[in-house]
């Protein structure tokens, strides 16, 4: 079988070629290790193995360019939520939410849906402390009636850095859930973020 190179082709079959040929975001990218990644963005991670949090922190004094991504890093999930963007799945919502893992204290957000489950609105509606904030559903749906939403996302973190969920989240979103249904706005999930993990008590089947 004859090996072809560029130069048996000619310049019109080469404009095809290209234009057939899937763009760089369509690789399969997700497969890739860490140091992978990093090597794809151009950075000489040599030897450097292990998660992402070690690789980093390994290389921060050798490389600045890894401090200002990973200030880039910080200030991208920290970045409010655009108008109309949609969630695919409860893994969607912890990445965009993990930053919440490094507070000391219970911070509960509201996410406002749209009829077509797009984000109209992030609300804290509580901080509490190290291990409990106290949410009345009252809190939870008064801007979402106020501002006409057709569906919710809660979630707070856990400072421990476990995600399971005590009995008072179940309690509270039982609560919500009832609440949602009596004035038309459903809960559509309650997010539990912990250290690097998550639970989604719609998974579990509490909503």
């Known amino acids: 079988m004859q090996q072809l190179t560029f ?11 290209i234009a057939e040929s899937p763009p760089p975001s369509l690789l399969n990218i997700q497969g890739k290790a860490d140091h992978e990644l990093l090597q794809l963005l151009g950075f000489e991670v040599g030897q450097c193995r292990g998660s992402i949090h070690e690789i980093l922190k390994s290389m921060q004094g050798i490389d600045p360019r890894i401090t200002a991504l990973t ?9 409010p939520l655009p108008r109309g963007k949609a969630f695919g799945s409860p893994h969607d919502i912890y990445l965009h939410y993990q930053h919440l ?64 969920a005590s009995q008072n989240d179940i309690d509270m979103t039982r609560r919500l859930r009832e609440t949602g249904q009596v004035v038309g706005i459903p809960l559509l999930d309650h997010i539990i973020i912990g250290n690097n993990q998550y639970t989604s008590l719609a998974d579990q089947g509490w909503i």
């Open 101 to 164: 893992r490094e507070l000391k204290q219970e911070h509960f957000i509201v996410v406002l849906l749209n009829n077509k489950h797009e984000v109209q609105e992030e609300i804290t509606v509580t901080i509490g402390t190290l291990n409990r904030t106290v949410v009345s559903p009252r809190e939870v749906f008064s801007e979402a009636i106020k501002q006409r939403a057709a569906a919710i996302i809660c979630l707070h973190n856990h400072p421990s850095g476990r995600s399971s």
């Open 7 to 17: 130069d048996s082709f000619d310049s019109n079959q080469l404009t095809e070629l």
């Open 71 to 79: 200030e880039l890093m910080r200030r991208y999930i920290k970045t």
